[in-house]
Each structure stands twice: as C-alpha cells, then as structure tokens.
C-alpha cells in the first residue's frame, strides 16, 4: 500500500463462514490494509481495512457484493483521523499531562463506536488512547480518551452526536482528575 491510510472501511457481518468470504473478497479487490479481521460478540465477525479511499472503497463494494444476507452494517470514513488507527490497535501511550480528563463513549455497535472516535478526535485537542470493539462485552464498543477537560467535554459531545444519529448511544462519561487507578487496565 502507498502513502499513508486516508480512509478506514469497515464490515460487520452475521456469519463467520461467510465473513472469511468477504475478507478474501475485500484483501483481493485492492490494495489496502487489513486492520482487524475476527470474530466479535454475539457470534458476528468485523472486517476492518485502511488504506487510499478509492482503495477502500473498492474493498467494501466487493465484500458487500459476497456478503449476501450475511451484511449487519458498514462503514466508510473517508478522511479518517490518523489517531483512530493507534488507538484500535493498543499502541497509544499516555503522558501524565494528558490525563486531567478522561472521556468514555459507549455504543451498541462497532461500527458506530469507531465513527464516533473519528468524530471526538476530530472535534478537540484530545489523545484517543482506548478503542474496544465488541469482544466480551455483547458486541458493543466504547472509547476512552484524555485531555483538558473543556477539550475532553468538546470531544465526548461530537462523538456522542455522531453515534446518537445513529440511534446506538449507549452512554458518555467525562471525569475530572480522574484517579490513576482507572487507567490500570488500559496503559
């Protein structure tokens, strides 16, 4: 793949059988990324690629086209933050500074939970350290982010607009010198 990732695509599908299907179909329709590909709560599986937005664009056609009734929801962002992608993967590290707010959204699908993380980030000087998409926890997501608490406040709001449009907030939570316990699990 050339040049950075501009677009993240995503598909969240029904069927394990036919997901491996779908992925096959997406890896060999263009040139991107395979950012994650497994099976999620509630017996689903998640495609996710990155890569140039037509690239990716391609990629989602072609796994649609395979996914027969097998398709549950997708997603396309088309100029995806680049700090969605660290946080997705776990390799984002926190600086004490970055921690005077912590900022939680919770979403019942994995699709509207990393649209809503492209939203926060976009909205606020925050850092997005924490994207967990659906496993033991019955398929839904949350974020976690840090920062000022005007910029955390700022952030969470975006990101809860952006999943409520779609009908799957589940919760939204800023906390204020949060204590450091609460990062435990997460740094």
């Known amino acids: 793949m050339a040049g950075p990732m501009e ?3 995503m598909l969240e599908l029904s069927s394990i059988a036919v997901a491996y299907q779908v992925e096959d179909a997406m890896l060999k329709a ?3 990324e395979l950012l994650v590909a497994r099976t ?3 017996g689903k599986y998640m495609v996710m690629v ?3 937005v037509e690239a990716v664009e391609a990629s989602l056609r072609e796994g649609k086209a395979v996914s027969r009734e097998a398709l549950i929801d997708e997603l396309l962002i088309p100029n995806v933050d680049q700090r969605v992608f660290p946080a997705i993967t776990g390799g984002v590290s926190l600086r004490e500074q970055d921690k005077d707010a912590l900022g939680i959204l919770e979403a019942f699908s994995v699709t509207s939970i990393v649209e809503g993380a492209d939203a926060a980030v ?3 000087d925050v ?3 924490r994207i967990h998409v659906a496993m033991a926890i019955g398929g839904k997501g949350f974020l976690m982010l840090t920062g000022e608490v005007s910029d955390v406040e700022a952030a969470i709001e975006a990101g809860a607009r952006e999943i409520a449009r779609r009908g799957l ?3 939204k939570v800023v906390i204020p010198r949060p204590e450091e316990r609460l990062y435990r699990d997460v740094i």
């Open 7 to 9: 677009a993240l695509g």
């Open 30 to 32: 263009a040139d991107v």
């Open 40 to 42: 999620i709560c509630s």
């Open 50 to 52: 990155g890569g140039q």
């Open 122 to 124: 976009k909205a606020a």
């Open 127 to 129: 850092t997005l350290f």
């Open 169 to 171: 907030l589940v919760g």
